[in-house]
């Protein structure tokens, strides 16, 4: 079983602001719009889903011996008009440094998406997930005597 607990920061005042407890013991800052000191929940549930699948792709590529010296993860989302304002499209971008190939990409993102983030299979019950990747080649260091 998955726990954790909020608690609101300013019992009497007028904000609406929370720290967010996981059951694991790890807490972050949560808000809304109108306070905007912390993330807001929307936000953690696309970050969720970045972190789910950023997990999965990068054990697969180690598993695979990839050399990834660099990885990050760009995410957008567009969300229903009315509420519930639910994720209706996600964009994931994977951007990827090192001398990786592309093949290996692939079949990670494509087992991350099929079977182990769950995270993502929850929100794909809403939300069309458009995912795409890009491999930056690591810069070969020039050594020759046309360099100095």
Same mark, same amino acid.
């Not at 969720?48 to 598993?63: E, H, N, Q, W, Y």
């Not at 567009?78 to 093949?103: C, M, S």
């Given at each position: ?39 807001? +929940? ?31 993860? $760009?995410?957008?989302? $567009?969300?229903? =008009?009315? =509420? ?17 190939? +592309? ?6 993102? !494509?087992?991350? $998406? ?22 930056? =080649?690591?810069?070969? !260091?020039?050594?020759?005597? $046309?360099?100095?």
């Amino acid at each position: 079983m998955i726990s954790g607990k909020l608690s609101l920061t300013e019992a009497g005042g007028t904000r609406r602001q929370f720290v967010a407890q996981s059951g694991t013991g790890h807490a972050v800052l949560m808000d809304d719009e109108q306070g905007h000191t912390g993330a807001r +929940p929307i936000e953690f549930a696309l970050l969720a889903l970045g972190g789910c699948t950023a997990f999965d792709v990068i054990s697969i590529l180690r598993k695979k011996r990839q050399k990834v010296t660099g990885y990050e993860i $760009e995410l957008a989302a $567009e969300q229903n =008009p009315d =509420p519930p304002k639910y994720f209706t499209k996600v964009l994931i971008k994977h951007r990827l440094r090192g001398e990786i190939d +592309p093949a290996a990409v692939e079949k990670a993102i !494509e087992l991350s $998406e099929s079977k182990y983030c769950s995270v993502g299979a929850m929100i794909s019950k809403t939300a069309k997930l458009e995912t795409t990747f890009e491999i930056i =080649p690591e810069e070969k !260091e020039d050594t020759s005597a $046309e360099a100095a």
